[in-house]
């Protein structure tokens, strides 16, 4: 059996990550999401185990010391990172796997998976990624100040990415990401079939 592919999706905050993610999860059946350690608080309606394992600073240094994560970053105040045995065994058993993940996290992946598949999501503009961070309600104002200005630098990075969607439809979006899959699933390998 082949191994699956590794897809790391990036972008802003408020551009419609998490939006595409669910959207894609009814619509692609070998595809895996991987759920993030984080220490931020949970927004209203987010569960342990589904959204984030949330963690307080203490548990995510021990996982950190115990080689647990792939990858992990300090994003606006918090620590993320991706648990590191869920993506091997998933990638080991033929499933694809999509990373949730910001800019430094995922160059650290592109280090130790150059063959992923990096896949930038953008907005139509900063107005609409505005009204979008805004309009979904879930951050105070300075912390929407801040995250907004972190995402001028992270679009700076988009060159290290395979792939820029933006995500002005969900269903358009997820329409392309998928399509990216596809295509990637067809590309010929140098490690044969
Ligand atoms: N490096 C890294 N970033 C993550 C991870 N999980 C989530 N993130 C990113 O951290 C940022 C903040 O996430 P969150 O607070 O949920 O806000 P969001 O931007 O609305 O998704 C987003 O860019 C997420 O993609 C992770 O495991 N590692
Ligand atoms: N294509 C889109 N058009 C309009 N609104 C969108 C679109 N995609 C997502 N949204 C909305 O934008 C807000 C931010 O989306 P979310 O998925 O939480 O972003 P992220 O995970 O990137 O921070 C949410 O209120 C969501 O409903």
């Given amino acids: 059996m082949s191994k699956g592919l590794l897809?790391?999706?990036?972008?802003?905050?408020?551009?419609?990550?998490?939006?595409?993610?669910n959207a894609l999860r009814g619509k692609m059946d070998n595809l895996v999401y991987s759920v993030s350690a984080t220490t931020r608080n949970p927004r209203?309606?987010?569960?342990?185990?589904?959204?984030y394992f949330f963690k307080s600073r203490d548990q995510f240094t021990d996982m950190i010391e115990h080689d647990q994560l792939l990858e992990y970053a300090e994003y606006v105040g918090n620590y993320y990172g991706t648990p590191r045995d869920f993506v091997e065994q998933t990638l080991l058993s033929g499933k694809d796997i999509i990373?949730?993940?910001?800019?430094?996290?995922?160059?650290?992946?592109?280090?130790?998976?150059?063959e992923g598949i990096f896949i930038f999501l953008l907005p139509?503009?900063?107005?609409?990624?505005?009204?979008?961070?805004?309009?979904?309600?879930t951050e105070s104002q300075a912390t929407i100040e801040h995250r907004l200005s972190v995402a001028v630098d992270e679009i700076g990075l988009m060159e290290h990415y395979d792939y820029a969607v933006v995500n002005d439809q969900i269903d358009q979006a997820c329409k392309r990401i998928e399509s990216i899959v596809i295509a990637e699933h067809c590309k010929v390998r140098s490690s044969g079939i």
């Avoid at 897809?7 to 993610?21: A, E, M, R």
């Avoid at 209203?44 to 959204?51: A, C, L, M, Q, T």
């Fill in 124 to 137: 139509p503009s900063l107005d609409e990624l505005e009204g979008r961070i805004r309009g979904r309600g």
């Fill in 7 to 21: 897809i790391v999706l990036s972008g802003p905050s408020g551009v419609g990550k998490g939006t595409v993610c």
């Fill in 44 to 51: 209203v309606g987010e569960e342990d185990g589904v959204n």
């Fill in 99 to 114: 990373l949730e993940i910001e800019v430094q996290g995922a160059l650290k992946v592109k280090e130790k998976f150059p």
